[in-house]
Nanobody, 132 residues
Framework: QLHLVESGGGLVQPGGSLRLSCAAS????????MGWFRQAPGKEREGVSC??????????ADSVKGRFTISRDNAKNTNTVYLQMNSLKPEENAGYYC???????????????????????WGQGTQVTVSS
Protein backbone atom coordinates (compact mmCIF):
# COMPACT_ATOMS: atom_id res chain seq x y z
CA GLN A 1 0.00 0.00 0.00
CA LEU A 2 1.30 3.43 -0.91
CA HIS A 3 1.90 5.82 1.93
CA LEU A 4 4.09 8.76 2.91
CA VAL A 5 6.44 8.73 5.85
CA GLU A 6 7.61 11.90 7.56
CA SER A 7 10.50 12.42 9.93
CA GLY A 8 12.47 15.23 11.49
CA GLY A 9 10.05 16.94 13.84
CA GLY A 10 10.85 17.71 17.44
CA LEU A 11 11.44 20.41 20.01
CA VAL A 12 13.42 23.49 19.07
CA GLN A 13 13.99 26.88 20.67
CA PRO A 14 12.63 30.03 19.03
CA GLY A 15 14.95 31.06 16.26
CA GLY A 16 16.15 27.51 15.78
CA SER A 17 16.02 25.21 12.77
CA LEU A 18 14.60 21.84 11.84
CA ARG A 19 14.64 19.79 8.68
CA LEU A 20 11.67 17.63 7.83
CA SER A 21 11.83 14.71 5.41
CA CYS A 22 9.09 12.84 3.58
CA ALA A 23 9.43 9.72 1.49
CA ALA A 24 6.92 7.65 -0.45
CA SER A 25 6.81 3.97 0.41
CA UNK A 26 6.96 3.05 -3.27
CA UNK A 27 9.54 4.85 -5.33
CA UNK A 28 7.79 3.91 -8.55
CA UNK A 29 4.80 6.08 -7.75
CA UNK A 30 4.80 9.59 -9.10
CA UNK A 31 3.15 12.70 -7.84
CA UNK A 32 2.32 15.89 -9.65
CA UNK A 33 2.95 17.86 -6.50
CA MET A 34 4.29 17.13 -3.06
CA GLY A 35 4.01 19.51 -0.20
CA TRP A 36 4.15 20.31 3.47
CA PHE A 37 1.15 21.41 5.46
CA ARG A 38 0.61 22.15 9.11
CA GLN A 39 -2.31 21.98 11.45
CA ALA A 40 -2.50 23.43 14.94
CA PRO A 41 -5.18 22.31 17.42
CA GLY A 42 -8.54 23.83 16.56
CA LYS A 43 -7.33 25.19 13.25
CA GLU A 44 -7.63 24.10 9.66
CA ARG A 45 -4.78 22.48 7.81
CA GLU A 46 -2.82 25.07 5.87
CA GLY A 47 -0.31 24.85 3.08
CA VAL A 48 3.25 25.71 4.10
CA SER A 49 5.23 24.90 0.97
CA CYS A 50 4.73 22.74 -2.09
CA UNK A 51 6.79 21.71 -5.09
CA UNK A 52 5.99 20.55 -8.60
CA UNK A 53 7.55 17.28 -9.67
CA UNK A 54 7.29 18.30 -13.31
CA UNK A 55 9.30 21.51 -13.31
CA UNK A 56 10.42 22.06 -9.73
CA UNK A 57 8.36 25.19 -9.27
CA UNK A 58 7.57 26.00 -5.68
CA UNK A 59 4.97 27.75 -3.59
CA UNK A 60 5.36 29.18 -0.11
CA ALA A 61 2.95 30.60 2.40
CA ASP A 62 3.68 34.29 2.92
CA SER A 63 4.44 33.68 6.59
CA VAL A 64 7.38 31.38 5.82
CA LYS A 65 8.94 33.04 2.78
CA GLY A 66 12.63 33.67 3.30
CA ARG A 67 12.82 31.24 6.22
CA PHE A 68 11.65 27.86 4.87
CA THR A 69 12.99 26.02 1.84
CA ILE A 70 11.39 23.03 0.14
CA SER A 71 13.46 20.70 -2.00
CA ARG A 72 13.26 17.33 -3.70
CA ASP A 73 15.72 14.50 -3.92
CA ASN A 74 16.10 14.24 -7.66
CA ALA A 75 18.32 11.21 -7.53
CA LYS A 76 16.52 8.39 -9.29
CA ASN A 77 13.16 10.08 -8.69
CA THR A 78 12.88 8.83 -5.15
CA ASN A 79 9.81 10.94 -4.34
CA THR A 80 11.52 12.38 -1.28
CA VAL A 81 10.92 15.96 -0.27
CA TYR A 82 12.49 18.04 2.44
CA LEU A 83 11.51 21.16 4.30
CA GLN A 84 14.30 23.20 5.84
CA MET A 85 12.80 25.46 8.49
CA ASN A 86 14.87 28.30 9.89
CA SER A 87 14.11 31.06 12.39
CA LEU A 88 11.20 29.10 13.80
CA LYS A 89 8.61 30.93 15.86
CA PRO A 90 6.46 29.73 18.77
CA GLU A 91 3.30 30.34 16.77
CA GLU A 92 4.48 27.68 14.33
CA ASN A 93 3.84 24.89 16.81
CA ALA A 94 1.79 22.35 14.87
CA GLY A 95 1.60 18.92 13.39
CA TYR A 96 3.38 19.02 10.05
CA TYR A 97 2.06 16.75 7.32
CA CYS A 98 3.47 15.69 4.00
CA UNK A 99 1.06 15.29 1.11
CA UNK A 100 1.10 14.13 -2.48
CA UNK A 101 -1.10 14.72 -5.53
CA UNK A 102 -1.09 11.47 -7.44
CA UNK A 103 -0.13 11.37 -11.09
CA UNK A 104 -2.85 8.77 -11.66
CA UNK A 105 -5.29 11.63 -12.16
CA UNK A 106 -5.37 14.84 -14.12
CA UNK A 107 -2.79 17.31 -12.96
CA UNK A 108 -4.38 20.21 -11.08
CA UNK A 109 -3.45 23.75 -12.06
CA UNK A 110 -0.32 25.16 -10.47
CA UNK A 111 -2.44 27.88 -8.90
CA UNK A 112 -3.80 25.25 -6.47
CA UNK A 113 -0.62 23.28 -5.93
CA UNK A 114 -0.67 24.01 -2.22
CA UNK A 115 -4.38 23.66 -1.51
CA UNK A 116 -4.98 20.79 0.94
CA UNK A 117 -8.19 19.61 -0.75
CA UNK A 118 -6.20 18.82 -3.91
CA UNK A 119 -4.08 16.22 -2.13
CA UNK A 120 -4.77 12.50 -2.36
CA UNK A 121 -2.28 11.05 0.03
CA TRP A 122 -1.08 12.10 3.47
CA GLY A 123 1.58 11.07 5.90
CA GLN A 124 0.92 10.45 9.57
CA GLY A 125 2.37 13.80 10.58
CA THR A 126 5.29 14.91 12.69
CA GLN A 127 5.06 17.33 15.60
CA VAL A 128 7.06 20.54 15.63
CA THR A 129 7.26 22.33 18.96
CA VAL A 130 8.94 25.72 19.18
CA SER A 131 9.48 26.65 22.79
CA SER A 132 12.12 27.95 25.14
Amino acid sequence: QLHLVESGGGLVQPGGSLRLSCAASRFSENFWYMGWFRQAPGKEREGVSCISSRDGSTNYADSVKGRFTISRDNAKNTNTVYLQMNSLKPEENAGYYCGGVGSWRTMPATSVMCVPSQYDLWGQGTQVTVSS
